[in-house]
């Protein structure tokens, strides 16, 4: 089975890997020291209740204003891991995913027996996918052109006018959006949360990428959506604090019987005692968000206008990475000429309403960056 990840650095030589999307400041050293000083204790089996981890995690939220009762927390081996243990526990009939997704939501889905229902986040009068066929019309403009923009909003109003059948469904929301790097207004999210409960339906939100939203646009479900026991928020630490291969995620469940339906259905000891100590260590952090927040956004501006100068159309994004897509006509392929300069991109060919003209790259540190342009200059006059 071909892989469909970005992270690739073992089938080809890589100097820096743009596909993956991590904090470019780096591995917190209290986060390594945490990691390392578990090693003394690793002649022990993990505590599968998590007794310390949640106090750590419900005080980390409580210093966002965001009360979350200890108990309310699962953790897992990554996000992935979780979203893969919440679809076999609840076993909806149908999930509800926006498109262009992470594809491990409707992989999750499918495997846990449920229907799928991709529904376009492009906007509105243009191309919905790859090709550029463009809804109700001939889509030749559109597909000269593909998708204006994408949005959030654009979902939501396409949802409230689908007809959907009666069943246990999930609505899954990714905030911000993989690929697009879209986050969800408070309104936004609210209009979700309201109309998950009006049509009786659960609400699964990754938030793995919030961490990197500036202040002012971060509001996450647990905070904005309210009172409501069916949404389950799934996130993690290891792109925050730049760790994918420690693979230590988390989630929270309000209800009860959901998070006993989880649990009854999961491996033991799903999270080791170093990836307990260093995501314990994460939450006492102070300003993680904003620190690395900050970071992002002047470089995610130099990268956009970087790629805009070479003739790419750049998608406005709030996390900490960028959608493009290159000219309809242009016959280069841009992962191949960068992977032969020694640079990942990641490929969007594989994301539902995308094609072979869209890309994305990670925000890395300023050198990086500027390497990363110099290449796509190189390669565009080539």
């Known amino acids: ?34 990691y390392l000083t578990a090693i003394d204790d690793l002649g022990r089996y993990p505590d599968e209740e998590g007794r ?22 699962l953790f897992g081996s990554g996000a992935a891991e979780l979203i893969y243990d919440i679809f076999r526990a609840v076993r909806p009939e149908r999930v509800i995913l926006p498109a262009p997704t992470f594809s491990e939501y409707g992989k999750a889905a499918r495997a846990a027996g449920a229907e799928v229902l991709e529904i376009s986040m492009a906007e509105p009068g243009t191309s919905e996918n790859g090709s550029g066929e463009a809804p109700g019309g001939s889509g030749k403009a559109a597909a000269e052109t593909g998708p204006s923009g994408f949005s ?28 697009t790097g879209l986050a ?35 509001a996450g479900f647990l905070g904005a959506a309210g009172e409501f026991p069916g949404l389950i928020a799934v996130n993690a630490v290891t792109k925050a604090c730049a760790v994918p291969g420690l693979r230590a995620g988390f989630a929270v469940a309000a209800d009860p019987g959901i998070r006993e339906s989880i649990r009854s259905c999961r491996q033991p000891w799903s999270l080791s005692i170093p990836a307990e100590r260093a995501m314990a260590a994460a939450f006492a952090l102070e300003g993680l968000s904003d620190r690395i927040a900050d970071a992002c956004a ?27 897509r290159k000219a309809a006509g242009d016959p280069r392929d841009y992962r191949e000429l960068l992977l032969g300069r020694g640079i990942l991109i990641r490929s969007c060919a594989n994301f539902s309403g995308l094609g072979e003209r869209y890309y994305r790259i990670a925000v890395k540190t300023g050198e990086e960056n500027l390497r990363l342009l110099a290449a796509f200059r190189e390669a565009v006059e080539s």
């Not at 959907?164 to 609505?171: N, Q, S």
């Not at 049509?199 to 961490?211: G, I, K, P, T």
């Open 298 to 324: 002047g470089e995610r501006e130099v990268l956009r206008a970087g790629l805009t100068a070479c003739g790419f159309t750049v998608f406005p994004s709030d996390a900490n990475f960028l959608l493009f």
């Open 152 to 179: 959030h909003r654009a979902f939501l109003n396409r949802l409230r006018g689908q007809r959907i059948p009666g069943g246990r469904t999930v609505l899954v929301f990714c905030h911000p959006s993989n690929p």
């Open 184 to 218: 969800m207004t408070r309104e936004e999210i609210r209009e979700a949360a309201a109309l998950a409960r009006e049509r009786n339906w659960l609400l699964l939100a990754d938030e793995c990428f919030l961490w990197f939203v500036e202040r002012e646009r971060r």
């Open 52 to 73: 310390s981890l949640r106090k750590a995690a419900s005080a980390f939220f409580a210093r966002a204003g965001i009360p979350v009762p200890p108990e309310c927390f």
């Open 1 to 34: 089975m071909a892989y469909e990840h970005g992270g690739d650095i073992y089938t080809n030589p890589v100097q820096m890997d743009f596909s993956v999307n991590l904090s470019p400041l780096g591995i917190p050293d209290e986060v390594r020291s945490a």
